[in-house]
């Protein structure tokens, strides 16, 4: 492992982001959600397009899932993950690469002032209540230029939509808990959806512009799993991503981003 180009006396965090070493094995997690790892896969790819960037972070990549793909695109590539478990899991899944991984919290990122060219944050934001820390590290470390893709759980996408529709009730602003237990710890991790709009205007607050929009895993669903095959549902996520995502239609919502 080598060392990052790192900022003199980080300030220590405030939060608390490695619930994941309470004996969770996020690798399980990915059992049987091929669908969904490729569906993003896609997604990273159509925004990346044929660029080519200097050094990438994936900021609360887990055990390195997109890590490999990042490698594809960027010369350099950092895995940013704040639970030395996953980092631990991580060794097997990056062996033999030179991507190196670095304990840090998405509202602590290790780097210095524009130093990163690529940026993703993936599965995370339904962690972050509020994201302004976050976004203000990832506005301070992106370099002018550069790419920053976040995954956003959207709250508005069209089931919900549908069922606020016919309640008669607006969608929310704030930040939805979507817990469905009452964990045990007073500092559990937090599970939510956003309002994508409200998360647009974090960005921008952060001096993060939108470039680009895709709505990612439109079929995700159990049901259609057992009919359609995985390749036809990745042939139509493919053909529809852009599309759906004027009226943020899927559970997922990456947004690709560039300094104001």
């Not at 237990?181 to 939108?210: K, M």
Request: net charge neutral; charged share 30%.
């Amino acid at each position: 492992m080598t060392d990052a180009a790192m900022p003199e006396e980080p300030k220590p965090s405030k939060k608390i982001a490695n619930q994941y070493e309470r004996g969770y094995d996020y690798t399980q997690y990915w059992n049987d959600r091929d669908y969904e790892n490729a569906a993003e896969q896609i997604a990273i790819r159509r925004l990346l397009g044929t660029r080519r960037f200097r050094h990438a972070a994936d900021i609360g990549g887990g055990f390195g899932r997109l890590c490999l793909l990042l490698s594809e695109y960027a010369d350099k590539v950092t895995l940013a993950e704040p639970a030395l478990s996953q980092l631990e899991a991580a060794k097997n899944v990056l062996k033999d690469t030179d991507v190196e991984q670095i304990q840090m919290q998405a509202d602590r990122l290790l780097f210095d002032d524009g130093s990163l060219d690529l940026i993703t944050m993936v599965r995370v934001m339904h962690h972050i209540p509020e994201p302004s820390e976050e976004f203000a590290e990832i506005s301070r470390v992106l370099a002018e230029g550069g790419v920053a893709i976040i995954e956003v759980a959207n709250y508005g996408h069209f089931v919900n939509r549908m069922k606020h529709k016919r309640a008669k009730k607006p969608l929310p602003i704030e930040p939805v808990n979507i817990r469905s237990d009452n964990p045990d710890e007073p500092d559990a991790i937090a599970f939510v959806n956003h309002n994508i709009d409200t998360v647009l205007g974090q960005l921008r607050e952060a001096g993060l512009v939108l470039d680009e929009k895709l709505s990612v895993s439109n079929l995700r669903s159990q049901k259609l799993k057992k009919v359609l095959p995985e390749k036809v549902m990745l042939a139509i996520e493919k053909a529809t991503q852009k599309l759906l995502a004027r009226k943020n239609f899927g559970p997922s919502i990456f947004l690709k981003l560039k300094k104001a």
